[in-house]
């Protein structure tokens, strides 16, 4: 999946916000197929269910069954087409999401060999805020952080301060 180009800033910021809210006592329902990122949690001492690659779109068999307190989706909702029906279904109270921004320079990604892979959504931060809100959930805190790639170019450049992901911290509403 990432061939020589594993994510690991993306992933060092991840885990660091994740401990900063979720106890290792808490059990997760981590949306999407296990990866990289599910076996970090679990090395980290986090008891982590994933999903098993269910079209989540129309099968929210997963997430209305599971006992988790906690579900985590790490760059799972721009690949749907209508995140909120998945999020108004969650039963856990709390959620840890991150999502790539959208980049104004760039367009939508989309693999043309993997029909999975490619992106519905690019959210910029205030829309993936309202999803949330709209779907019954209160943001308890947020982060952004760039991603700089060794590459020459204009593209390259603007990655260095522009921000690519977005990862929040939310609460179910009463």
Do not use: C
């Amino acid at each position: 999946m990432y061939e020589n180009n594993f994510p690991n800033k993306r992933y060092r910021h991840t885990l660091a916000f994740l401990q900063k809210h979720i106890d290792t006592s808490e059990p997760i329902l981590d949306l999407g197929v296990e990866n990289p990122f599910s076996e970090i949690m679990k090395a980290q001492g986090y008891h982590v269910e994933n999903t098993k690659g269910e079209d989540l779109d129309v099968d929210f068999d997963v997430v209305t069954q599971s006992h988790a307190e906690v579900v985590t989706a790490f760059e799972i909702f721009e690949h749907l087409v209508a995140p909120y029906n998945v999020l108004k279904e969650v039963k856990a109270k709390k959620l840890v999401a991150s999502i790539p921004m959208r980049l104004w320079f760039s367009s939508a990604y989309r693999s043309k060999t993997d029909p999975w892979d490619r992106h519905y959504h690019e959210f910029e931060d205030w829309q993936f805020d309202w999803l949330l809100e709209k779907a019954g959930w209160t943001i308890k805190d947020s982060a952004k952080w760039t991603n700089p790639t060794k590459k020459i170019g204009l593209r390259p450049l603007l990655r260095l301060f522009t921000n690519r992901y977005y990862i929040v911290y939310a609460e179910r509403k009463n």
